[in-house]
């Protein structure tokens, strides 16, 4: 192309704007949660074994697709066939996914920005004489009130679009470059004074124990669908992000070492999230199977009982607002480099759009638990919830699988092997190709089969035909 296109400013640039993309709400919100409720250990290891054997190689592939054909998700698609092909349909289902993700992500970061200006206010102080079971209802009386109040609900959304918004619209170095480089090296240090505040607490062995020692009694085939499903959503793969990211990755860069970085990183920060938080919840003698509620309920109680909980909690809830705004930005601009790429878009106005459109579209979402005055929210989120369940459940393995498909079958061996030897990482090509060709597809078929029958589509189908 005749255009020139943007490039990151430097590898660790990349290397923090992508492990940016990838560490989000899903470690430090959902990951816990999830190891607790498949009963820890045994699901780690299985965790561990899907992040290498499907999420790494899928990675590398989207890098690669991404850094060869210089575009978009769509477009890179188009580029690669040299016309308009079916295969677009993998970077069409990318892009809608990365739309509809971005939507309802904003509203749980609002919440995060909500319990940042509780935190300041002092909500999470001890009041003297306080117990546990006082403390529980002090905040899930502060969560339900959120829940409960639409309007503060979309203030929260408003400004998190807003603040993804002012990143992306300063372009890919002067904007998500700059922010990763200051808001990545926070997030880990912040995380480390939670994780040593952990591994200093009573519960540490417990939580070690809890995380580390597998049962694999408690392992049923939902938990193993569950650790694939979400070492996918981990890695922010099949969203167009990683696409997007590796199209401004220059050709000195190894895509293997980038990749192995990114996704050590997101796994290190998963764990030290789960240190970080199980332990103290096993010292206030809680339950590691909240839930959802995990981080916006259970913590909150653990923090305010403990002194100087508050600025712990303060600390927390900034932690989870910075993983979750470098996750969003990923969203925002993958669908930013398709309106700019394929459409001619100025890079202001692609921004100003979507951010518009994705407030927009997170409305319902945020008003959903209202509407609807459920007493447990996070349980139920209706119109929430679907959406979740829609974008991870079928969106993401659909456009996972049909990549994973493309790379492995389908694109020339040879330009996928000069994309692995330009930065030095060639000899990584048999191992790669056989796991994306045999084993990505396979496991990523078997979560979209799984999926498809357990939510009954099968049947309506069948009931229409
Ligand atoms: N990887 C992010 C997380 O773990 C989620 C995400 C997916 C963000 C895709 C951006 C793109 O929270
Ligand atoms: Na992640």
């Not at 290891?45 to 992040?51: A, T, W």
């Not at 206030?284 to 508050?310: E, K």
């Not at 909690?313 to 309106?339: D, H, K, M, P, R």
């Amino acid at each position: 192309s005749s255009r020139s296109r943007a490039q990151w400013g430097s590898r660790i640039g990349f290397i923090l704007a992508a492990a940016g993309s990838a560490v989000g709400l899903g470690n430090i919100w959902k990951f816990p949660y999830i190891t607790g409720n498949n009963g820890g250990g045994a699901f780690v290891l299985v965790y561990l074994v899907c992040i290498a054997l499907v999420g790494l190689p899928i990675m590398i592939a989207e890098l690669m697709i991404g850094r060869h054909t210089r575009r978009d998700a769509v477009g890179a698609f188009i580029s690669l066939e040299g016309r308009r092909s079916p295969w677009q349909i993998a970077g069409w289902v990318s892009i809608l996914a990365a739309f509809v993700i971005l939507s309802y992500y904003s509203v749980v970061a609002g919440w995060t920005l909500d319990f940042i200006l509780r935190a300041l206010q002092g909500a999470f102080t001890t009041p003297l004489g306080t117990n546990t079971s006082q403390a529980a209802d002090h905040v899930s009386t502060l969560f339900q009130g959120l829940i409960d109040s639409g309007p503060r609900q979309l203030m929260w959304h408003f400004i998190f679009i807003s603040l993804c918004l002012g990143i992306v619209i300063g372009g890919v170095q002067k904007g998500i470059e700059r922010w990763s480089k200051i808001l990545m090296p926070i997030l880990l240090g912040l995380l480390v004074l939670l994780f040593v505040n952990g591994m200093l607490s009573d519960g540490a062995r417990q939580a070690l124990n809890f995380m580390f020692r597998p049962d694999f009694q408690k392992l049923n085939p939902g938990a193993v669908l569950e650790a694939l499903g979400h070492a996918f959503f981990t890695l922010s793969l099949g969203m167009a992000a990683m696409i997007t990211y590796g199209s401004y990755l220059s050709r000195q860069d190894s895509l293997f070492g980038s990749g192995l970085r990114i996704a050590l990183l997101d796994t290190g920060i998963a764990l030290m999230a789960g240190l970080a938080i199980f332990p103290i919840v096993f010292s206030a003698g809680m339950q590691p199977g909240a839930g959802p509620g995990l981080v916006f309920q259970t913590i909150p109680v653990v923090f305010s009982n403990l002194p100087g909980g508050n600025i712990l909690a303060l600390l927390f809830f900034l932690l989870l607002a910075f993983a979750a705004l470098t996750s969003a930005i990923s969203l925002l601009e993958s669908q930013v480099a398709y309106l700019i790429d394929e459409r001619g878009w100025g890079r202001k106005q692609a921004t100003a759009f979507l951010a518009i459109l994705a407030f927009v579209v997170g409305i319902p979402s945020a008003l959903s638990s209202n509407l609807l005055g459920h007493l447990t929210p996070i349980a139920d989120l209706g119109v929430f919830d679907s959406i979740d369940l829609i974008a991870s459940n079928y969106l993401l393995p659909v456009s996972g699988l049909l990549t994973a498909l493309y790379v492995g079958w389908f694109w020339s061996g040879q330009e996928e092997k000069e994309e692995l030897l330009a930065g030095g990482s060639g000899w990584i090509y048999p191992t790669w190709h056989f796991l994306i060709r045999f084993v990505a597809p396979v496991a990523v078929g078997v979560i979209l089969y799984s999926k498809i029958e357990e939510t009954g589509l099968f049947s309506f189908l069948g009931s229409i035909f």
